[in-house]
């Protein structure tokens, strides 16, 4: 089943959490631009994300198996998902710091050839829907 109405407010699903007030306050913008507008999902992306940090500030994630679909919105797993890459290989790299990246990971990273792109997920996905003579 497709989302038909909303099971709560992204408030409430942060309240769960504890979140900080900064997070607090953007949730409670989505959520008025949400019921204002009647904004609903057109599209699931999914990913299978492995998480690093070393409790100073640095957080490095794997995105793999990045997949989307524009119809059956619901989380169950489904065997039309598009897959994003061809080659299951591929995979996003995610690198964040609080102040500058260390130097052995920028050191590494060059000697591997990893340089930095951007590449956002949902901006990507949402062009190639657009492409196929979607209009999401």
């Known amino acids: ?26 949730a409670k913008e989505i959520d008025y631009l949400v019921e204002r507008f009647n904004l609903v999902p057109k599209v699931l992306v999914m990913y299978d994300r492995e998480n690093y940090e070393d409790g100073e500030g640095l957080r490095i994630t794997f995105d793999k198996n990045l997949r989307f679909r524009d119809k059956n919105l619901s989380f169950i797993p489904r065997k039309n998902d598009t897959m994003y890459f061809k080659d299951e290989r591929n995979v996003i790299m995610e690198v964040k710091a609080r102040g500058a990246v260390p130097k052995w990971l920028v050191d590494t990273m060059t000697e591997q050839n990893i340089f930095p792109e951007r590449f956002s997920k949902i901006g990507n996905i949402y062009q190639r829907i657009n492409r196929k003579g979607k209009n999401v």
């Not at 038909?4 to 997070?23: A, F, G, I, K």
């Open 1 to 26: 089943k497709a989302f038909s109405r909303r099971q709560c407010t992204l408030v409430e699903l942060l309240q769960q959490n504890h979140p900080d007030s900064r997070s607090l306050q953007i």
